[in-house]
């Protein structure tokens, strides 16, 4: 992943968006679309995605191209067709990629013109509701990581917190309703164009090509009404957003306190952590909060812990009692973020898909 000085012109209306966020939470963001066409956003955009080399989509066009035709002029153009109101996404090429064990996962590649856009819409969008993500939320967040939120779970648990619910969602990202998250951006973003852009990024066909080289176009995010594109820029922020209902929705209940639970999460990836004796509660909860979102908690995976009699696994890294950190610096060689969450689009704000 490229790691990209941000102009000065960005860093200014990016800082400006996160102070005004983060001083008026209920304030609402009316004219957005235009800054998301303004060239030196579409200039980084770009920049970004290259710096990541990712593979091209459907349409063939890799970067070598873009600058064989003028980078310029193709951002220019794009940027009409934004100020025009003419933009469409193509369709996102689907492929496999293999997994440590042996199975598949899928990642949809959209073309680098809808990967410039959509990292142009998280330059101007990030700042904002970056002010509104709790702390219990580490993924895809600048200053966080997951190495963090291994030690936050470590000294939770040897804090008082030794009974914990390691929960595991199913489909997380494909599950994702289309309404409600949109909901979860408009409280925020009133402009409708913007809103626009981001129904037709999730709607977005989706076109896989066999062994035999026949291609096959569906529709099902847009038919079921579910789910955010794996490998698009912007559904980090978006899995983000939508998980801040949950840990919202736990807090306004009161199970904090009633429970003594801490919560982090790390995309999909959440753990409960409870004062002794609470965790069939706070199960018992969880599955009834994840089901009023519309998503389901995997029962096989899910389960109750109880250290130090037990133990469970973090992001990669097994948490158990006879592994303390020193001086709550976290243990030694902390494991790299799970594959999945890299497939996901991002192991840090603003960065383009992986390559495939």
């Known amino acids: 992943m490229g790691h990209l000085a941000t102009p000065k012109s960005v860093q200014k209306l990016q800082t400006a968006l996160h102070a005004k966020a983060k001083a008026e939470a209920g304030y609402r963001f009316y004219a957005l679309y235009d800054k998301i066409s303004r060239e030196d956003i579409l200039a980084h955009a770009y920049a970004q995605c290259r710096s990541n080399k990712g593979a091209p989509g459907i349409d063939s066009q890799d970067f ?49 013109r809808d990967r410039v856009c959509m990292t142009a819409a998280l330059l101007v969008l990030e700042p904002i509701f970056e002010a509104d993500l709790p702390p219990e939320i580490y993924a ?14 470590e000294e939770l648990v040897f804090r008082g917190h030794p009974d914990v619910v390691d929960a595991d969602l199913a489909d997380y990202f494909g599950s994702i309703p289309h309404t409600d998250l949109l909901k979860s951006v408009a409280r925020r973003i009133v402009d409708r164009r913007v809103l626009h852009l981001i129904k037709m990024w ?41 998980m801040r209902r ?47 979102l519309k998503l389901t908690v995997n029962e096989e995976k899910t389960r109750i812990c109880r250290v130090p009699d037990g ?16 001086n709550g610096q976290g243990p030694v060689g902390l494991p790299a973020v799970k594959e999945e969450h890299q497939a996901h689009g991002r192991t840090s704000p603003c960065a383009d898909r992986p390559s495939a």
């Open 311 to 326: 133990e469970f696994d973090f992001l990669g890294y097994n948490v158990r009692a006879d592994v303390l950190s020193c």
């Open 64 to 112: 070598a191209d873009i600058e064989a035709y003028g980078v310029e002029r193709w951002l220019a153009e794009l940027a009409l067709a934004l100020r025009q109101e003419s933009y469409r996404p193509e369709p996102i090429r689907r492929v496999f990629i293999p997994k440590a064990n042996g199975k598949l996962r899928p990642l949809g590649i959209s073309t680098v």
């Open 140 to 153: 895809y967040r600048a200053g966080r990581n997951a190495q963090q939120a291994v030690v936050e779970v």
């Open 246 to 292: 949950f840990v919202l929705g736990w807090k306004k209940l009161g199970l904090e306190q009633s429970l003594g639970t801490r919560l982090v999460t790390y995309a999909d990836d959440l753990v409960i952590l409870c004062r002794r004796g609470s965790a069939e509660n706070a199960l018992h909860h969880l599955r009834a909060i994840m089901g009023k």
């Open 202 to 242: 999730l709607e977005c066909p989706v076109e896989e090509t066999d062994q035999r080289g026949r291609t096959t176009r569906t529709t099902e995010a847009r038919d079921s009404r579910r789910g955010i594109p794996q490998g698009s820029p912007l559904s980090p922020l978006l899995a983000n957003l939508y």
